[in-house]
């Protein structure tokens, strides 16, 4: 299990009526929309602003059709996970119907299913377990590859903020070597989830890649024209 994240959230521990407060409500209310969550994802994003400034993001993901997913990032999978950011994942054909600038707000998932860096964490202790996850999780990188994403993050936690401050930033997706320091990022997080990104990559390297448009990772096109 990977470990928490430190916080240096302001303000003392949850007072008593609070908790109990939650604890009734959780046995009351439905919290539908949040039952809907399917797949946590463990990737890294960049500020389409600041290309090679990354933040390792856990998706938390729910399908609203079999052409839209929508994803919560917390910047950890601990229980005091701070609500970082939210993407949003669209299929090809839905990416096609928008607007030439809207498609430059988009990303692609290729590098990061083909590279081994998107993994879907899970408990693979038990003996057998990690083949069958593994497979499961190589067939969802076959539809994962192929969509576009849209994702803000809220909370500059890489600099520091207590506290979301500023205006929401728009994240990218790495798309090819050398953006940043892969093995030294990717290894730190692959010791905390008992993962191997070098395994995964070759798991995936009969994945079909998909022609990526050319108005999407526009952040990584407008820097290398500079």
């Known amino acids: 299990m990977a470990a928490l994240a430190p916080s240096n959230t302001p303000g003392g521990p949850v007072p008593t009526e609070d908790k109990v407060l939650e604890t009734g409500a959780s046995m009351i209310q439905e919290f539908q929309p949040t039952k809907q969550l399917c797949a946590h994802l463990n990737a890294f994003h960049t500020y389409a602003d600041e290309p090679g400034r990354f933040v390792e993001a856990n998706h938390y993901c729910a399908h609203l059709t079999e052409d839209v997913r929508q994803c919560i990032l917390y910047d950890s999978p601990g229980p005091n996970a701070r609500l970082i950011g939210i993407e949003y994942m669209i299929t090809p054909k839905l990416y096609e119907t928008l607007a030439p600038e ?3 707000l988009w990303h692609s998932h290729v590098y990061e299913v083909k590279s081994g860096m998107l993994i879907m964490p899970g408990l693979t202790t038990v003996p057998g377990a990690l083949q069958v996850w593994e497979a499961a999780e190589t067939q969802e990188m076959k539809h994962v590859i192929g969509l576009y994403g849209k994702v803000y993050h809220l909370w500059q936690t890489d600099r520091g903020d207590a506290l979301p401050l500023g205006e929401p930033k728009l994240m990218t997706s790495f798309t090819a070597d050398g953006q940043f320091d892969f093995e030294k990022a990717v290894e730190d997080r692959d010791r905390r989830f008992g993962t191997d990104w070098k ?5 995936r390297e009969a994945i079909e ?4 448009h050319s108005d999407a990772d526009s952040a990584w096109k407008r820097r290398n024209s500079m």
């Not at 890649?209 to 990526?212: F, H, N, Q, T, V």
């Open 199 to 203: 395994r995964k990559k070759g798991l």
């Open 209 to 212: 890649e998909p022609k990526i």
């Open 102 to 104: 809207e498609r430059k």
